[in-house]
C-alpha cells in the first residue's frame, strides 16, 4: 500500500510559476512510475506527465509541453512537478499517482494509488 501526499498549490497570476510535490510512503519508491493528472471543474480527469520507474522516460500532455518538468527524487520518496508560463486554462486540482512498474502511458486505470490533490488556480 502506498499513500501519496500532495503540497504546492495555490494561487498564481497567468505567467507565473508554481512547483508541486508529491511524497510517498513505502519502501519501494524507485520501482513506481508516477504521474501527475488534473482535473478542472466539470471535466474529466486528464494525463499531464508522467516519469518511468525504471528509465525514467518522460510523457507530457501537448498542453504542458514545454512549460512543465516532472522530476523525481527515489531518496526522498518524492516527485515534483515545476510548472511555468501558467495559463488560466492550467486551472484545476492536480493529483499524484503511482503506478508499480507502470509503463508511463496516460491511462488513468493503469494507475493503483492516487493522492487527494492539490489545488492550482491561474488568475488571468
Known amino acids: 500500500q502506498v499513500q501519496l501526499v500532495e503540497s504546492g498549490g495555490g494561487l498564481v497570476q497567468a505567467g507565473g510559476s508554481l512547483r508541486l510535490s508529491c511524497t510517498a510512503s513505502g519502501r519501494t519508491f524507485s520501482r513506481y512510475t508516477m504521474a501527475w493528472f488534473r482535473q478542472a471543474p466539470g471535466k474529466e480527469r486528464e494525463f499531464v506527465t508522467s516519469i518511468k520507474w525504471s528509465d525514467g522516460t518522460i510523457y507530457y500532455a501537448d498542453s504542458v509541453k514545454g512549460r512543465f518538468t516532472i522530476s523525481r527524487d527515489n531518496a526522498k520518496n518524492t516527485v515534483h512537478l515545476e510548472m511555468n508560463s501558467l495559463k488560466s486554462e492550467d486551472t484545476a486540482r492536480y493529483f499524484c499517482?503511482?503506478?508499480?512498474?507502470?509503463?508511463?502511458?496516460?491511462?488513468?486505470?493503469?494507475?493503483?494509488?492516487w493522492g487527494q490533490g492539490t489545488q492550482v488556480t491561474v488568475s488571468s
Open positions: 499517482a503511482a503506478d508499480p512498474l507502470g509503463s508511463g502511458l496516460p491511462r488513468i486505470s493503469s494507475y493503483d494509488y
